[in-house]
């Protein structure tokens, strides 16, 4: 029986990695995405296929930019099938105090968070309704319900990851694919 594929963005560092483990110990075949740790992702990419045994690829991606999501997706399709499993995990936190913010901080932070989050769900959904079968998991925060002094931009993102993951879910609940945030 062929591995289920996962998708994890930001994968090379920090949580994305952890999750990266904890699934290639499960037997998931993993993708790992990153946009600027390329020694972190092959590093860690050795270190899954050496311990674990399961299939493993390392996606340079800016999920911010449909286009370079759609490569990577189309990329995974041809190298490992179609993905099952989608954990967007890349965000950027630019934390300073809100009126020291720039609209430019501001909005790179929705891009990648939000934006980012909707580019990757949007393009690995048409496989997964194909298949009535998938998982997509957007990390959010506490943040996002609760905000937080010098995070006004990434409290925005979050709540916005937790919206689009709400709206997601009753959307694609009927096509076999769940939808959660954590």
Do not use: P, W
């Amino acid at each position: 029986m062929k591995n289920k594929v996962v998708l994890i963005t930001g994968s090379a560092k920090g949580i994305g990695k952890a999750i990266a483990k904890e699934l290639a110990k499960n037997g998931y075949d993993i993708v790992i995405n990153y946009l600027h740790s390329k020694q972190e992702a092959l590093s860690l990419q050795k270190e899954l296929i050496a311990s674990c045994g399961v299939d493993v690829l390392a996606i340079q991606a800016d999920v911010s930019s449909v286009e370079q999501v759609d490569a990577m997706v189309s990329e995974i399709e041809e190298k490992m099938g179609s993905v099952d499993v989608l954990v967007n995990n890349a965000a950027i936190d630019l934390s300073n105090l809100f009126h020291l913010k720039t609209s430019e901080e501001f909005q790179q932070t929705m891009n990648v968070n939000v934006v980012g989050a909707f580019n990757c769900a949007k393009r690995v959904s048409h496989h997964m309704m194909e298949k009535e079968y998938g998982r997509i998991i957007n990390i959010s925060s506490v943040v996002g319900i609760f905000g937080n002094a010098g995070q006004a931009n990434y409290a925005a993102s979050k709540a916005g990851v937790i919206g689009l993951t709400k709206s997601a879910a009753k959307e694609l609940a009927s096509r076999g694919i769940t939808v959660n945030a954590c």
